[in-house]
């Protein structure tokens, strides 16, 4: 399983950024996805998962009702739409899928893992 994100960057605080988690195999539309972020001295944190379906959506404390996540299976495609970004935002974000189909996302068990993409909130 290849994950790819993309859509990372810099962005001032208050703005916007849209992720998008890219997989290379055509049953990743039978396996709940996450986000995960790492910030530079700190443990990774959980940001954002989606059962396979998308008719569930669960979301770290920090980001709820700021971050939405979002797939479409027919492009093999999860996204997560990050808005009122704060500094403390800042992070590499990670997607990740879950190793055991048809799971709901949250908790799951995911043990394949993207390369990550750095967003930056600062003014």
């Known amino acids: 399983v290849q994950l790819v994100e993309s859509g990372g960057g810099s962005v001032q605080p208050g703005g916007s950024l849209r992720l998008s988690c890219a997989a290379s195999t055509r049953t990743f539309s039978s396996y709940a996805v996450a986000w995960f972020r790492q910030a530079p001295g700190k443990e990774r944190e959980f940001v954002a998962a989606?059962?396979?379906?998308?008719?569930?959506?669960h979301y770290g404390d920090s980001v709820k009702g700021r971050f939405t996540i979002s797939r479409d299976n027919t492009k093999n495609t999860v996204d997560l739409q990050m808005n009122s970004l704060k500094p403390e935002d800042t992070a590499v974000y990670y997607c990740?899928?879950?190793?055991?189909?048809?799971?709901?996302?949250?908790?799951?068990?995911?043990?394949?893992w993207g390369l990550g993409t750095q967003v930056t909130v600062s003014s």
């Open positions: 990740a899928q879950d190793s055991r189909a048809y799971g709901l996302g949250w908790p799951g068990r995911y043990d394949y």
């Open positions: 989606i059962s396979w379906t998308g008719g569930a959506t």
